[in-house]
């Protein structure tokens, strides 16, 4: 089955600690992108990348860092120094933005809690 | 800052009618999509409408598109209980990788 799975579906976090959030895709799409939804709003973007090995800071990048080694593979990282991480963390993929022809696809997210 | 913005943030209605939602956006785009969010799951793709295209239907959705005033609308024909969810507008801008989100409204639709 084609499709882009995120894990864990929940996380646990203790204040100071530094967690990874997994996102793949077997879509073959060259954009991949995250995104945070806190409740009751609208999605913001954290970061995204184009291609392999290139990403670029979103609207909310501070306190995360992203990797792009591979086409298949976008992981977050939460570090100690987003100050407010809980919240719905939400990966996505799409082929080609720039064309306007495309949808992006969803995983179904991973919800990270403080503790 | 977020690009599109949806009114009304939440709709109720009676199961067999219309639901319909407004998105309007600040700078020139590539194209606009809809999407829709079950509580607590990924967002789900609608319908997309590119920037020289001014309606486009999808089964019971029709997305309608004016670029002179910034302003996308969502119609849902005929509503069912299963079409209770968020749904969300999403841009494109020119020669840009991102998709920048509104904040949604919320749409219940009552048995």
């Known amino acids: 089955d084609g499709g882009i799975t995120q894990s864990p579906k929940y996380l646990f976090r203790k204040e100071g600690q530094n967690v990874t959030l997994s996102c793949e895709q077997n879509?073959?799409?060259?954009?991949m992108y995250w995104y945070r939804q806190d409740p009751g709003q609208g999605l913001r973007l954290i970061y995204y990348?184009?291609?392999?090995?290139?990403?670029q800071k979103g609207d909310i990048a501070e306190g995360y860092s992203v990797s792009r080694e591979k086409k298949e593979s976008f992981p977050l990282t939460v570090t100690s120094a987003q100050k407010n991480p809980t919240a719905f963390y939400l990966c996505?993929?799409?082929?080609?933005?720039?064309?306007?022809?495309?949808?992006?696809?969803f995983g179904q997210g991973t919800r990270l809690t403080v503790v | 800052s977020q690009q599109g913005e949806e009114d009304p943030q939440a709709l109720s209605i009676q199961e067999g009618e219309n639901a319909t939602m407004n998105c309007s956006y600040k700078?020139?785009?590539?194209?606009l999509q809809w999407y829709r969010q079950n509580s607590g799951r990924g967002l789900v793709h609608l319908i997309l409408?590119?920037?020289?295209?001014r309606e486009k239907h999808s089964g019971r959705l029709r997305v309608t598109l004016d670029t002179s005033k910034k302003s996308s609308s969502l119609l849902i024909t005929a509503s069912r209980a299963a079409d209770t969810a968020s749904y969300f507008c999403?841009?494109?801008?020119?020669?840009?990788?991102?998709?920048?989100f509104g904040a949604g409204t919320t749409v219940t639709v009552r048995a």
């Open positions: 999403a841009t494109a801008l020119l020669n840009d990788y991102k998709l920048s």
């Open positions: 996505a993929s799409s082929t080609d933005q720039q064309t306007g022809n495309t949808e992006a696809f």
């Open positions: 409408i590119r920037s020289n295209e």
């Open positions: 990348s184009q291609i392999v090995n290139d990403f």
């Open positions: 700078t020139s785009i590539n194209n």
């Open positions: 879509l073959n799409h060259d954009a």
